[in-house]
């Protein structure tokens, strides 16, 4: 089946219904998005919340931490991003067609000098995100199309944070287990971006056959509790008040581990700079 959208869809049929699917995709619809060039580092930031789900548990937890984890871009710690580079997607609002069209605007205006980061927090199956309208079968939200995507944007630091059951599926390649401390002002956290190598980074909640917990005592995903408290400074291991997607990694996978007795644990996989800054601590 060939959607308008350019979405194909694939399946095995009996009796008028998909039983089994064969092969999908999503095509980069042709019309053009501006890069928006400029000599100045931006960040792009898309946030994905979903937790009322109709043919699926609800999720307690998942749209307050998207709204913590857009907070926390809107700070001077996590970039002081304006409204028109973030943009943020919680329940009825984060349709598959809506997600993909969100990423597509946002990150297509990235230049070779930009960050864009995806974070999605919901359930996830084997290869997929479920957007809110996923319906016990059609739309998913593919790894494969959110990489699509990654790749078809100009900018040099790419990240995707996933607080999703099985996200650790999400692979793009082999998994990944300063100076002198000073004060680190945002000027100097956008400076870190020009200086690390570019690359994509995917930090996933759990490995591709595990779960992904909520926890009523944080009141959080127990992933995103910990990748906030990295992000805030508890990962700055060599205390030069920037926090490196190695650092961020190192901390939340010890501690998620930690804390689910080592029934949840987290992937880092990607091509990308170890030195690639998430983040700055302030005095």
């Given at each position: 089946m060939y959607f308008s959208t350019g979405r194909v869809y694939g399946a095995v049929w009996l009796n008028g219904s998909p039983i089994k699917e064969v092969d999908s995709?999503?095509?980069?619809?042709?019309?053009?998005?501006?890069?928006?060039?400029?000599?100045?580092?931006?960040?792009?930031?898309?946030?994905?919340?979903?937790?009322?789900?109709?043919?699926?548990?609800?999720?307690?937890?998942?749209?307050?931490?998207?709204?913590?984890?857009?907070?926390?871009?809107?700070?001077?710690?996590?970039?002081a991003l304006p409204d028109n580079q973030i943009a943020i997607l919680v329940d009825e609002s984060a349709t598959r067609e809506n997600i993909l069209k969100t990423m597509r605007q946002y990150f297509l205006k990235a230049d070779a000098n930009d960050?864009?980061?995806?974070?999605?927090?919901?359930?996830?199956?084997?290869?997929?995100?479920?957007?809110?309208?996923?319906?016990?079968?059609?739309?998913?939200?593919?790894?494969?199309?959110?990489?699509?995507?990654?790749?078809?944007?100009?900018a040099k630091h790419k990240l995707c944070i996933a607080d999703a059951c099985h996200s650790g599926s999400l692979n793009y390649g082999d998994g990944l287990a300063?100076?002198?401390?000073?004060?680190?002002?945002?000027?100097?956290?956008?400076?870190?971006?020009?200086?690390a190598d570019?690359?994509?980074?995917?930090?996933?909640?759990?490995?591709?056959?595990?779960?992904?917990?909520?926890?009523h005592g944080l009141r959080q995903g127990v992933f995103t509790y910990y990748?906030?408290?990295?992000?805030?400074?508890?990962?700055?291991?060599?205390?030069d008040y920037l926090v490196t997607i190695k650092e961020l990694y190192g901390y939340v996978y010890s501690k998620v581990r930690e804390y689910t007795a080592n029934v949840q644990t987290p992937v880092l996989t990607g091509?990308?700079?170890?030195?690639?800054?998430?983040?700055?601590?302030?005095n």
């Open positions: 995709r999503e095509v980069i619809p042709a019309d053009p998005i501006m890069v928006e060039a400029n000599k100045s580092v931006k960040i792009w930031a898309v946030i994905v919340g979903v937790g009322r789900y109709t043919s699926m548990p609800s999720l307690k937890f998942t749209d307050d931490d998207a709204f913590r984890v857009y907070s926390f871009l809107k700070s001077p710690e996590g970039g960050v864009v980061m995806l974070y999605f927090s919901g359930h996830g199956l084997e290869g997929c995100f479920l957007p809110v309208d996923y319906d016990g079968y059609n739309n998913k939200l593919r790894h494969e199309e959110v990489k699509q995507i990654f790749n078809a944007s100009k300063a100076k002198g401390p000073a004060p680190v002002t945002l000027q100097r956290y956008y400076q870190a971006f020009e200086e570019g690359g994509i980074a995917l930090l996933m909640s759990s490995k591709a056959e595990e779960l992904s917990l909520e926890d990748v906030l408290r990295g992000l805030k400074g508890a990962a700055d291991n060599n205390g091509d990308f700079d170890d030195a690639m800054p998430v983040a700055f601590r302030r």
